[in-house]
């Protein structure tokens, strides 16, 4: 177990559900990701994310970044940038490719800043 790693649990509790809903993430009205298949992570008390499977993402319009952080409760993270419209939108996107056990069903999914694009659920 990872010394830097801490265990959610009543201070900081954290919970994924199936999002029934069909989530749309766009830039400027282009279409980044779509799916029925989002998870939503709830964390403490920090707004609900919506977790995209990455094979739901457009790959032309992901670009990795050097960037990564780590956070206690899920791991480490890593970044994309977003291309779209001739501009980019850079670190837009987190995912934690290998995040902690009590987190591992956002493994291969994509988190998007709400603040860099539109997330919609229809």
Known sequence: MNVRMRIPGPDHPIAISANPKRVRVSVGGELIAETSRALTLKES???????IPREDANPARLKRTA???YCPYKGDASYFSIVSGGKTLENAIWTYETPYDSVKDIAGHLAFYPDKVTIEEI
Do not use: A, G, L, W
């Not at 008390?45 to 977790?51: A, D, G, K, M, N």
């Open 67 to 69: 960037h990564s952080t």
């Open 45 to 51: 008390s920090y707004p609900p994310v919506q977790y």
